[in-house]
């Protein structure tokens, strides 16, 4: 890419930017999330002083704090995905066919930047600014469970990276979708595929906890064919995963829990199928007739 | 000899098994107005289209300045508005012309915005949203959008549709001055009247065929002068304006009573209405 598609690039990256603050579009997603982290703070702090008064003076077999911790925290990691998933179809929504349909793309794409360039600066816009979020959440839902329960994640920052991987993922698929489909049908079949990720993530913790391999090699099939699910199961583990004894091995079969690390192999195949949506999304929008 | 600023040749679309385009042929010479017209459907705008890189070709070459259509240095010479086109409304006039500035690498800033919202006669709504303007200046805007950089060549697609009779002038004028300063044009428009008065060169399409060009002096054919007598129509074919007088003195000097007097001559709307076999998309 050279230095005129660079700043046409990020000519279309600051429209986007500049079209999120104008619509005030993260005027409410700020607002949301506010609110969200404020009934996250609230249910935290209850959870964690019914937990210590509730487990007072009893054997401990179990660490209630760590596992109150795990849960909650676990939680917010599942809202924010969640989030950050919504703002990542919004940004993206529409940005091939549906403006193509309005007669908003025309006018962009005849200039010299070209097609390619303006996808790539779509993406970057769409998932610069749903990485960002999802990491601010994170760190704020840690914040807030450090402050009212004094509880740590075993890793910090490996899950927030994870999460911040698996929205670009996302952003890129619904660009993707946006080449083919409509914008209601593409809203549609990125949350259905997300949905499904996330499902096919609770099966394979289920096969885990049950000890069943068809039901464990469906989630790990799934995980690859949707690394976004990978990557937040991974973070779930990253959570827990110094956690020993049977508080580990309970939250490791919890809805939060998550059963495998992100091992080298699957990062490296996250950015490598992020590069294959983006290739394969390039191409089918240089060969669509506007 | 220099490149033609638009060369077209044996330009086809297929869109399954519907022929968009059979076979188009056109150039536009370096200050050319040329007027493309055609019913709907009759593949004027995928035309345009491929032109600017939007539509693929399923065979033939378009070039512009001797670069394939589609390339980076074609789409850096050409100037586009769609037929359908639409700006984010919450833009305002001068916001929008700044974006393509900087698409099109131009450096002419605030003068340069200026002068071509002044150009639309939009020079008091520079501030405004996009939003918030008639559909008549949205289009002015978008002419004006087209123009960001000084493009070599224009491609307006029906670009007065919208407008008011004020705002087809306003259209008119401007394109005039694009012919001054060198701007070669392909407008698509519906309005014989208005491509007739302007435009230095017709082409007529239909079903994807160019089945009539040339000057509109050249199309609008061989004129007569028809007087009536007192022994009947009399008609002089290929007689002009000019020659009315002296028909008539001559008739008068042979003892024909004249009671009237017409000089015809075919229009633009009788040859596009003969070339295009009363079609209409």
């Given at each position: 890419?050279?230095?005129?598609?660079?700043r046409s690039a990020a000519t279309v990256v600051a429209l986007s930017i500049q079209e999120g603050i104008r619509r005030r579009v993260f005027l409410a997603v700020l607002v949301l999330t506010l609110a969200f982290l404020a009934l996250y703070g609230l249910g935290a702090h209850f959870a964690f002083r019914d937990v210590d008064e509730f487990a007072a003076g009893e054997p401990k077999i179990l660490d209630p704090h760590a596992f109150t911790g795990a849960t909650i925290f676990g939680l917010a990691m599942f809202a924010t995905l969640f989030l950050g998933a919504v703002l990542a179809v919004f940004l993206t929504l529409g940005v091939v066919r549906g403006d193509a349909e309005s007669g908003l793309l025309q006018p962009i794409v005849v200039r010299p930047i070209g097609r390619t360039t303006m996808l790539l600066a779509r993406f970057a816009g769409a998932a610069l600014l749903s990485a960002a979020y999802v990491v601010a959440v994170y760190l704020a839902s840690w914040a807030i469970t450090e402050a009212t329960g004094h509880w740590s994640p075993d890793h910090l920052l490996g899950p927030a990276l994870g999460l911040a991987l698996g929205v670009a993922i996302i952003a890129a698929l619904s660009l993707l979708a946006s080449t083919v489909l409509s914008v209601t049908a593409q809203g549609i079949v990125v949350f259905m595929v997300f949905g499904a990720g996330l499902t096919a993530g609770l099966l394979a913790q289920i096969g885990h906890a049950i000890n069943s391999d068809s039901l464990?090699?469906?989630?790990r099939v799934a995980s690859w064919a949707l690394p976004f699910e990978g990557l937040y199961a991974a973070g779930l583990h990253g959570l827990i995963s110094g956690t020993s004894g049977l508080t580990g091995v309970v939250l490791q079969l919890g809805p939060f829990g998550g059963s495998e690390a992100a091992g080298p192999e699957l990062i490296g195949w996250a950015f490598l199928y992020l590069i294959g949506v983006l290739a394969l999304a390039a191409f089918v929008f240089s060969r669509r007739d506007l | 000899m220099a490149a033609p600023v638009l060369a077209v040749s044996q330009l086809q679309k297929r869109y399954g098994s519907q022929d968009a385009l059979a076979g188009v042929d056109l150039e536009v010479e370096a200050g050319q107005l040329v007027?493309?017209?055609?019913?709907?459907?009759?593949?004027?705008?995928?035309?345009?289209?491929?032109?600017?890189?939007?539509?693929?070709?399923?065979?033939?070459?378009?070039?512009?300045l001797g670069r394939p259509a589609g390339s980076v240095e074609a789409r850096a010479a050409l100037g586009y508005l769609a037929e359908l086109f639409r700006f984010p409304g919450w833009l305002t006039a001068a916001e929008l012309l700044r974006f393509h500035q900087r698409l099109v690498g131009s450096e002419g800033g605030q003068a340069e915005r200026q002068h071509l919202l002044d150009l639309v006669e939009l020079g008091d709504a520079a501030g405004k949203r996009i939003e918030a303007m008639s559909k008549g200046m949205q289009q002015r805007l978008g002419i004006a959008q087209a123009l960001v950089g000084s493009p070599r060549l224009l491609l307006l697609d029906e670009p007065t549709s919208a407008l008011d009779p004020?705002?087809?002038?306003?259209?008119?004028?401007?394109?005039e001055e694009m012919r001054r300063r060198g701007v070669s044009v392909l407008?698509?428009?519906?309005?014989?009247?208005?491509?007739?008065?302007?435009?230095?060169?017709?082409?007529?399409i239909a079903r994807g065929r160019l089945v009539k060009a040339g000057t509109p002096q050249e199309l609008a054919g061989p004129t007569a002068v028809?007087?009536?007598?007192?022994?009947?129509?009399?008609?002089?074919?290929?007689?002009?304006?000019?020659?009315?007088p002296a028909i008539v003195a001559e008739l008068v000097a042979g003892g024909e009573r004249v009671y009237g007097v017409e000089v015809r001559h075919s229009s633009l709307e009788d040859v596009y209405l003969e070339a295009v076999g009363g079609e209409t998309g």
């Open positions: 890419m050279n230095g005129t598609a660079l464990h090699t469906i989630g | 007027g493309l017209l055609g019913p709907n459907g009759a593949g004027k705008s995928t035309l345009t289209k491929i032109a600017c890189g939007l539509v693929r070709p399923s065979a033939g070459r378009v070039e512009i004020v705002g087809r002038r306003i259209v008119r004028e401007l394109l407008l698509n428009s519906h309005l014989l009247s208005e491509v007739e008065l302007i435009c230095d060169h017709v082409a007529i028809v007087v009536e007598t007192g022994s009947g129509v009399k008609t002089f074919e290929g007689a002009v304006r000019d020659d009315a």
